[in-house]
């Protein structure tokens, strides 16, 4: 019986990430399907609607929004609705939470926040991973930060959440990691095997088998 729960155990993490993803891409078709393909069948009447238009049509309206918005009129057309939905009570908080965190893991704008530090917590050998969201200040009230400061957060392991903190610059070390490589460390505590840099993949040769030298 410790044999088959074992094995169980194993075949469930292999299963889970798969499951979850085939769920997450499911749900989005036929999300698509549901709302799009309703307006496309009315419009063009039922004889003509064929299953999957719908996935279709979000595929190619998320597509043709990507397009537009490299041209300057289309960009400010989108930050127009961004202001206003900002200004709104009551939305602006739901809606700027989920901007900021879906904006969080896009790779266009990881200009913004591309540096992985390691941030030193009362014993100089206990440190946190995180990652700076901000060095500047200025538009903010007095006493959050200064030029001295930064703003790091740091990510939770196995949960959506973390904590934003100011600290001084000379606490914190620079580390050589893509922002996606360091969340994907930081939200498995560490399982994920990954070492690749900003440099490309480091050599793991010389470090996977400490013995290696003596056989």
Known sequence: MKKIGTWFLQ?????????LTVYVLYWLATSAESLLGGAISYVIGERYYL???????GFL?????????RLWLFRKVFDLVDTILNKIPGIQSVYGSIRDLIGFFDSTKQREFDQTVMVTVGDPQVRLMGL????????????????KTVAVYLPMSYQLGGFTVMVPKSKVQAVDMKVDQT?????????????????????????????SGQE
Do not use: C, H
């Open 183 to 211: 969340l994907k460390f930081l939200l498995t505590a560490g399982v994920t095997s990954e070492t690749k840099g900003k440099n490309g993949p480091k050599d793991k040769s010389k470090s996977a088998n400490p013995k």
């Open 11 to 19: 075949g469930l993490l292999a299963i889970a990430p798969i499951a």
């Open 132 to 147: 700076v969201t901000r060095d500047d200040f200025s538009d903010l009230p007095d006493g959050i930060g200064d030029d």
């Open 61 to 69: 309206l998320t597509l043709g929004v990507g397009i537009l918005l």
């Open 51 to 57: 299953p999957g238009m719908g996935v279709a049509a």
